[in-house]
């Protein structure tokens, strides 16, 4: 347990007013090694100076109810080539006091910190990287993508570059060995070895620069990594054809033959870089979910002053209460809501949805969504990060930097991987040189294929690849997944619960049946449209729907818990419960109240109509099931996942709602309080079972919490998403089956590309050494050189495969 430094700013989290800040001062002041301690309620800090430890201090912040809160950072790192530099890394952040969480991408080069924000500073984050060797830069909202863009542009011209130059000076070697040039075969040897270490120079020392500058960083700090290999192995090539060329007599003398290795040495290298070059442009497309989402953030908006013009203005400048201006074809500039117009919007890329949405007076709008053909005007509600698009973003950036718990495996082995294989590479040159007699020329060819051969690049890429175009993929899709971790774990799910209210069904009432004169719902239309009860309301939607025109009426009145009384006409009509028409003295028609029952039956709610004195007429209405909740659920028990409804509503219209959708009796819940969904979610799981909960709203929220994997509509409530694994963005429970789906293919994804980057080592490695030599095969430095270039290009083809993924 470390010490903390003598000075040390923290952030505390949970303080409401003075007493607060007083009580949690004097606490810290009489903590033993704590020389002086100051408490600030504004800034929600506490300055400390003393000989402590952070963890004794963040136990007293918590034992007097507050706490220490935790915040992730984005940093844009710079020298990665494999997974040993990843782990490194991560190591050498991890260690730092008040770190709680790292996560370095290979594929990206972005470092996610979780860290203690005000006691961590960016400055002591940039000194650990560059104590292993690698190099540090900040990145702010929105940078992190950009800035690794153009890196990685930059990196695949500095890679052609170097590329194009050593392939050229490869040919006119092989040219000269082979005699090709007019002249050069007149050369006797020693001339000839001379011209090919000319040429073969600066292809190991200027197009092989970045792998010996890579591995120079990391020696200085007592460490490896996949640039080590590579500058080994190419530099003993051309160290010891230099010294052949040179000193020919002294080889010939001491028995170990005279055959030079420039070839092999520029080989290797241009071959690497052919890799990765090849992998640099593969990488490049595994980020195009976050680039596109960044390319829908909107530049400008338009905004309405007092006068009714309008200005431009960057949409950074958008405040809450702004009313903006969206001409047809623009993007809606942030999150709000319209106050004129009725555009139609294109949400594809927020909810996966490809038809445009209809809004109205009131409805809430997306930022970066694009309007159809009809201008509006809208009011800003949330702006800058605090909109969905950025919320989208900031997911989808955590999630692609999360690892699931199967890259565990991974990290260790890479962690210790180019040691090994150094260690392994210098025994076989070894055994071949002294043990079996052979030519140190030969021993050394075994030396550098082991080398070359064993890069790590494919193991290090295996998994965050793959995280990256499947979250990526979902997100295009409509699916927002947390972290790598939900990957893993959705994709074993088998139990799936049901919320019924809003998940499965619309979540409001509609008019379903009527059953009158056209007079009579006339008049109900006119009474109910002078009520605000979501009956009332849908009652009216749906005759007019219907083609019903209001009639006019009078003396409207609500009698609560009964029903509404009007005066149409010369007439009165009463509407509601049963029990209001027997007391009224209206006698109840048979037929009528027949139908009614069986309307009650398939779980609707019946309103009866009296007319001029008499039972006249019933309307009913239901929460309707959606459209597509039946196709979601037959998905899913076609996966093998046993289905379950819990609800609050009675038990009655549950069992309707679940005949309708296939869900068998038996898995029903009714009757159910929040806690006892949680509950269930705690049965289900004591049978073995791994249960995802899908819900929308409030209530739902500790079985979201409880559930192995708990999974959001994006309709529904902030506190519902935020207990959330995975978020529905458009609503759909179809997305459930689907991304259980898309969870099953990335980990399939995953577990191909570490078999083949673990088959290939353990298939190669060997070759490399040279254990099929007395059978007549042997794996040249080049052709390892080529192997493991095509490994690295293999795993990253294979992940980009997801991009396609039908679901």
Same mark, same amino acid.
Request: proline share 4%.
């Given at each position: 347990?470390?010490?903390?430094p003598?000075?040390?700013?923290?952030?505390?989290?949970?303080m409401?007013?003075?007493? !607060?800040?007083?009580?949690?001062?004097?606490?810290l002041?009489?903590?033993?090694?704590?020389t002086?301690?100051?408490?600030?309620?504004? =800034?929600?800090s506490?300055?400390?100076?003393g000989?402590?430890?952070?963890?004794g201090?963040?136990?007293l912040?918590? @034992?007097?109810?507050?706490?220490?809160?935790?915040?992730?950072?984005?940093?844009?790192?710079?020298g990665?080539?494999c997974?040993? !530099?990843?782990?490194k890394?991560?190591?050498? %952040?991890?260690?730092?006091?008040?770190?709680?969480?790292?996560?370095?991408?290979?594929?990206?080069?972005?470092?996610?910190?979780?860290?203690?924000?005000?006691y961590v500073?960016?400055t =002591?984050?940039?000194?650990?990287?560059?104590?292993?060797?690698?190099?540090?830069l900040?990145?702010?909202?929105?940078e992190?993508?950009?800035?690794?863009?153009?890196?990685?542009?930059?990196?695949?011209?500095q890679?052609?570059?170097?590329?194009?130059?050593g392939?050229?000076?490869?040919?006119?070697?092989?040219?000269?060995?082979?005699?090709?040039?007019?002249?050069?075969?007149?050369?006797?040897?020693?001339?000839r070895?001379?011209?090919?270490?000319? !040429?073969m120079?600066?292809?190991?020392?200027?197009?092989?620069?970045?792998?010996?500058?890579?591995?120079?960083?990391?020696?200085?700090?007592?460490?490896?990594?996949?640039?080590t290999?590579?500058?080994?192995?190419?530099?003993?090539?051309?160290?010891?054809?230099?010294? $052949?060329?040179?000193?020919?007599?002294?080889?010939? @003398?001491?028995?170990?033959?005279?055959?030079?290795?420039?070839?092999?040495?520029?080989?290797?290298?241009v071959? *690497?870089? *052919?890799?990765?070059?090849?992998e640099?442009? /593969?990488k490049?497309?595994?980020?195009?979910?976050?680039?596109?989402?960044?390319?829908?953030?909107?530049?400008?908006?338009?905004?309405v002053?007092?006068?009714?013009?309008?200005?431009?203005?960057?949409?950074?400048?958008?405040?809450?209460?702004?009313?903006l201006?969206?001409?047809?074809?623009?993007?809606?500039?942030?999150? +709000?809501?319209?106050?004129?117009?009725?555009?139609?919007?294109?949400?594809?890329?927020?909810?996966?949805e490809?038809?445009?949405?209809?809004?109205?007076?009131?409805?809430?709008?997306? +930022?970066?969504?694009?309007?159809?053909?009809?201008?509006?005007?809208?009011r800003?509600?949330?702006?800058?990060?605090?909109?969905?698009?950025?919320?989208i *973003?900031?997911?989808?950036?955590?999630a692609?930097?999360?690892?699931?718990? $199967?890259?565990?495996?991974?990290?260790?082995?890479?962690?210790?991987?180019?040691?090994?294989?150094?260690?392994?590479?210098?025994l076989?040159?070894?055994?071949?040189?002294?043990?079996?007699?052979?030519?140190f020329?030969?021993?050394?060819?075994?030396?550098i294929?082991?080398?070359?051969?064993a890069?790590?690049? /494919?193991?290090?890429?295996?998994?965050?690849?793959?995280?990256?175009?499947?979250?990526?993929?979902?997100?295009?899709?409509?699916m927002?997944?947390?972290?790598?971790?939900?990957?893993?774990?959705a994709?074993?799910?088998?139990?799936?619960?049901?919320?019924?209210?809003?998940?499965?069904?619309?979540?409001?009432?509609?008019?379903?049946n009527?059953?009158?004169?056209?007079?009579?719902?006339?008049?109900?239309?006119?009474?109910?449209?002078?009520?605000?009860?979501?009956?009332?309301?849908?009652?009216?939607?749906?005759?007019?729907?219907a083609?019903?025109?209001?009639?006019?009426?009078?003396?409207?009145?609500?009698?609560?818990?009964?029903?509404? @009384?009007? @005066?149409?006409?010369?007439?009165?009509?009463?509407?509601?419960?049963?029990?209001?028409?027997?007391?009224?003295g209206?006698?109840?028609?048979?037929?009528l109240m027949?139908?009614?029952?069986?309307?009650?039956?398939?779980?609707?709610?019946?309103?009866?109509?009296?007319?001029?004195?008499?039972?006249a007429?019933?309307?009913?209405?239901?929460?309707?099931?959606?459209a597509?909740?039946?196709?979601g659920?037959?998905?899913?028990?076609?996966?093998?996942?046993?289905?379950?409804?819990?609800?609050?509503?009675?038990?009655? /219209?549950?069992?309707?709602?679940?005949?309708?959708?296939?869900?068998a009796?038996?898995?029903?819940?009714?009757?159910?309080l929040?806690?006892?969904?949680?509950?269930?979610?705690?049965?289900?799981? #004591?049978?073995?079972?791994?249960?995802?909960?899908?819900?929308?709203? $409030?209530?739902?929220?500790?079985?979201?919490?409880?559930?192995?994997?708990? $999974?959001?509509?994006?309709?529904?409530?902030?506190?519902?998403?935020?207990?959330?694994?995975?978020?529905?963005?458009?609503?759909?429970?179809?997305g459930?089956?689907?991304?259980?789906?898309?969870?099953?293919?990335?980990?399939?994804?995953?577990?191909?590309?570490?078999f083949?980057?673990? #088959?290939?080592?353990?298939?190669?490695?060997?070759?490399?050494?040279?254990?099929? %030599?007395?059978?007549?095969?042997?794996?040249?430095?080049a052709?390892? /050189?080529?192997?493991?270039g095509l490994?690295?290009?293999?795993?990253?083809?294979?992940?980009?495969?997801?991009?396609?993924?039908?679901?």
């Amino acid at each position: 347990m470390s010490l903390s430094p003598s000075v040390m700013q923290l952030p505390i989290e949970g303080m409401s007013c003075a007493a !607060c800040s007083s009580r949690l001062q004097r606490r810290l002041e009489s903590m033993p090694g704590v020389t002086q301690a100051s408490v600030n309620l504004a =800034t929600a800090s506490a300055r400390i100076e003393g000989v402590v430890t952070l963890e004794g201090l963040e136990k007293l912040v918590k @034992q007097t109810g507050f706490s220490v809160p935790r915040i992730t950072q984005t940093f844009q790192l710079e020298g990665l080539s494999c997974a040993s !530099c990843v782990t490194k890394v991560e190591q050498a %952040v991890a260690k730092l006091s008040g770190v709680e969480r790292v996560a370095a991408n290979l594929a990206t080069g972005a470092l996610l910190v979780t860290l203690i924000p005000d006691y961590v500073s960016q400055t =002591t984050i940039q000194q650990a990287v560059q104590g292993v060797g690698y190099s540090l830069l900040a990145s702010q909202e929105g940078e992190v993508e950009s800035r690794a863009q153009t890196m990685q542009q930059r990196e695949i011209r500095q890679l052609q570059h170097r590329l194009v130059v050593g392939a050229l000076l490869v040919l006119v070697n092989m040219a000269m060995m082979h005699g090709w040039l007019p002249g050069v075969a007149t050369l006797d040897e020693g001339w000839r070895n001379l011209l090919q270490g000319v !040429c073969m120079t600066p292809v190991v020392l200027w197009s092989g620069w970045g792998f010996h500058r890579g591995a120079w960083q990391v020696l200085k700090h007592g460490s490896a990594n996949m640039n080590t290999l590579v500058s080994v192995g190419s530099l003993s090539a051309y160290v010891a054809s230099v010294g $052949i060329a040179l000193v020919p007599q002294w080889w010939s @003398q001491a028995g170990q033959g005279g055959h030079l290795y420039f070839d092999t040495a520029g080989m290797i290298i241009v071959l *690497i870089l *052919i890799g990765r070059w090849l992998e640099a442009r /593969a990488k490049g497309k595994t980020a195009g979910a976050i680039q596109a989402l960044l390319a829908l953030t909107p530049q400008t908006a338009l905004r309405v002053q007092e006068d009714g013009g309008t200005e431009t203005i960057a949409a950074a400048q958008v405040r809450v209460g702004d009313r903006l201006l969206v001409h047809p074809g623009a993007a809606v500039p942030s999150d +709000g809501v319209v106050e004129v117009g009725e555009p139609y919007l294109h949400e594809a890329m927020l909810t996966g949805e490809p038809l445009p949405v209809q809004k109205g007076l009131g409805d809430e709008v997306s +930022g970066g969504t694009l309007n159809g053909a009809v201008p509006f005007t809208m009011r800003a509600s949330r702006v800058g990060g605090d909109t969905a698009l950025a919320r989208i *973003i900031a997911m989808v950036r955590q999630a692609q930097g999360a690892k699931p718990p $199967i890259a565990r495996l991974a990290d260790r082995i890479a962690g210790v991987f180019v040691p090994i294989i150094l260690a392994l590479a210098t025994l076989v040159l070894l055994v071949w040189w002294l043990l079996l007699g052979a030519p140190f020329t030969h021993s050394l060819t075994h030396f550098i294929a082991v080398m070359i051969v064993a890069c790590p690049c /494919a193991l290090g890429l295996a998994t965050p690849t793959s995280v990256m175009v499947g979250t990526g993929r979902a997100a295009r899709l409509g699916m927002l997944m947390r972290g790598g971790d939900v990957l893993e774990r959705a994709q074993q799910v088998n139990a799936v619960i049901f919320d019924k209210t809003g998940t499965l069904t619309c979540g409001t009432p509609v008019l379903v049946n009527h059953q009158g004169a056209a007079a009579l719902l006339a008049g109900v239309m006119a009474v109910e449209a002078q009520s605000e009860h979501p009956i009332a309301q849908a009652l009216v939607k749906g005759l007019g729907e219907a083609g019903v025109v209001p009639a006019a009426a009078s003396k409207v009145k609500s009698l609560t818990g009964y029903g509404m @009384q009007g @005066q149409v006409g010369e007439e009165t009509l009463l509407l509601g419960r049963s029990i209001l028409l027997e007391q009224r003295g209206v006698g109840l028609d048979p037929t009528l109240m027949a139908q009614a029952a069986m309307w009650a039956e398939q779980g609707q709610s019946v309103i009866h109509v009296a007319w001029q004195g008499q039972h006249a007429g019933l309307l009913s209405v239901a929460d309707a099931v959606k459209a597509e909740s039946a196709a979601g659920v037959a998905a899913l028990q076609a996966r093998g996942c046993a289905v379950y409804m819990v609800t609050g509503d009675n038990a009655k /219209a549950a069992q309707v709602v679940a005949a309708q959708l296939g869900i068998a009796a038996s898995h029903v819940r009714a009757d159910t309080l929040p806690d006892g969904k949680a509950q269930v979610v705690a049965e289900l799981q #004591g049978q073995g079972l791994v249960v995802a909960m899908v819900g929308d709203g $409030i209530n739902d929220a500790p079985a979201l919490a409880r559930a192995d994997v708990g $999974i959001a509509l994006g309709s529904g409530t902030d506190v519902a998403m935020e207990s959330a694994d995975i978020i529905l963005m458009g609503g759909d429970v179809q997305g459930v089956a689907r991304a259980i789906a898309l969870s099953a293919a990335v980990l399939v994804n995953i577990r191909q590309n570490l078999f083949w980057a673990f #088959g290939y080592n353990a298939l190669l490695i060997p070759i490399a050494a040279g254990v099929l %030599v007395p059978w007549g095969v042997m794996l040249e430095p080049a052709w390892a /050189a080529a192997a493991m270039g095509l490994s690295s290009v293999t795993v990253v083809s294979n992940a980009l495969r997801l991009g396609r993924l039908r679901l």
